[in-house]
């Protein structure tokens, strides 16, 4: 596609890592499988399939796969609400 083509030219310079491009609907997951498929292939192609993960990926692996089943049933987009507070990045100590 022309589209395709035009991302590359604008963002391959930046972005060497970038193994392709995907046309998703947002509405009607049109070309949803076609991304798994290429996000798969990419993956298995990856040296470190195989190796070790941290716990906490994989946690936060079954988490998503619960949001998008949550979506896929509720067809509500999985947004994960927090708030700003809360997030410890944001727990500023006052200057001394």
């Given at each position: 596609?022309?589209?395709?083509?035009?991302?590359?030219?604008?963002?391959?310079?930046?972005?060497?890592?970038?193994q392709g491009y995907?046309?998703?609907s947002t509405t009607?997951?049109?070309?949803?499988?076609?991304?798994?498929?290429?996000?798969?292939?990419v993956a298995t192609a990856y040296k470190y399939v195989g190796?070790?993960?941290p716990s906490p990926y994989i946690l936060l692996g079954k988490k998503l796969d619960a949001l998008n089943n949550?979506?896929?049933k509720t067809n509500k987009p999985p947004v994960i609400v927090t708030s700003p507070l809360s997030l410890p990045s944001l727990q500023l100590t006052p200057p001394i």
């Open positions: 596609m022309k589209v395709f083509g035009k991302l590359a030219d604008k963002y391959s310079a930046r972005f060497p890592n970038i995907a046309a998703v009607s997951s049109k070309g949803v499988k076609e991304l798994q498929t290429k996000i798969a292939q190796q070790k993960v949550t979506y896929n």
